[in-house]
């Protein structure tokens, strides 16, 4: 279940962050949503970039308790 909530929280997160600061940027600036694609594509980003970084955290977790 920890895994669970830890992956669900490291993909929503991001996204929400990214909308609500997009949102915030475009209406400030007046160039919707541009600054909203932009927010969402660095979220993304950041997102794979945490997931298999996660993953192989946890898949090195799962072998060592294999081993045992």
């Known amino acids: 279940m920890r895994i669970f909530a830890d992956f669900s929280g490291t993909i929503a997160v991001p996204a ?14 007046g160039t919707e ?8 594509s660095l979220a993304l980003a950041l997102t794979v970039f945490m997931v298999v970084r ?12 294999n081993q045992k």
């Open 33 to 40: 949503p541009k600054l909203l694609i932009v927010c969402f």
């Open 54 to 65: 996660k993953a192989r955290f946890y898949g090195k977790k799962y072998q060592e308790l």
């Open 16 to 29: 929400v962050l990214a909308a609500l600061l997009g949102k915030w940027l475009d209406a400030r600036y």
